[in-house]
């Protein structure tokens, strides 16, 4: 079964699979949540509250999301090329949307290298 994220201001309420949700993306003192079905919902909380409620609502071994750098959050399923030399990194389902964002050298490296790890164990 799907579970769902739950997010909630003082005057939205947003539930959503978390399979569905792309990626997070800060701007201020807001984050946007960027759907898999091209739905987009900007919330009045910080990066890292979102980041906090995520952690409170999914698995302990569910490890989906990811923050990269100071301003994304993505999730990993969706990550389809990384490139750190170029800043570039592009989450796709490889058939309905492809988004490419960029970050910081150091944090793709870093993701780069983690999921190289990863798939070598």
Known sequence: MSKNLLFTTS???IRVPAESVVFI???GNYSSIKMADGGEY?????LGQMEKRISEMVEDN???FIRIGKSLIVNRDFITFINPTRQKMVLSDCRAFRH???ASRDALK???DLIEK???L
């Open 110 to 112: 870093a993701l780069k």
């Open 25 to 27: 993306s800060a701007d």
């Open 11 to 13: 005057t939205e309420l």
């Open 100 to 102: 490419e964002l960029s």
């Open 62 to 64: 569910d490890n989906r």
């Open 118 to 120: 990863e798939v070598s």
């Open 42 to 46: 900007v919330l009045t909380l910080q």
